[in-house]
């Protein structure tokens, strides 16, 4: 079956650096687009960054330009955040999906497969 699993998520302080990783199996990576969603405790679902199959088209939030880079490791079926100057609105589940269709969105009812989350909390 198809399965979509991130990790790296953790406590850290305001200003500090995290990475998170998501690999897939079940599917063929490369033809994935891939996209990183967050969820605040009474919070809906939020766009945070995606990337699309060949990498040319990659989208951020705005409230994270600057600071995060979504990349993706086609050989190793990862997709990363780096996640650097963290604040703590950034504390949230974070998500990793893959959806088969090649137009990239900020939607998350248009992705197919989700990860189970997540924990990033960043504290001060």
């Known amino acids: 079956q198809v399965q979509v699993v991130e990790s790296g998520g953790g406590l850290v302080q305001t200003g500090g650096s995290l990475r998170l990783s998501c690999a897939t199996s079940?599917?063929?990576?490369?033809?994935?687009?891939m996209g990183w969603f967050r969820q605040a405790p009474g919070k809906e679902r939020e766009f945070v960054a995606s990337i699309s199959r060949n990498g040319e088209n990659i989208d951020y939030t705005d409230s994270v330009k600057g600071r995060f880079t979504i990349s993706r490791d086609n050989a190793k079926n990862t997709v990363y955040l780096q996640m650097n100057s963290l604040k703590p609105e950034d504390t949230a589940v974070y998500y990793c999906?893959?959806?088969?269709?090649?137009?990239?969105?900020?939607?998350?009812?248009?992705?197919?497969?989700w990860g189970q989350g997540t924990q990033v909390t960043v504290s001060s």
């Open positions: 999906a893959a959806d088969v269709a090649a137009f990239v969105n900020r939607s998350p009812g248009l992705w197919g497969y």
């Open positions: 079940g599917l063929t990576f490369s033809r994935l687009s």
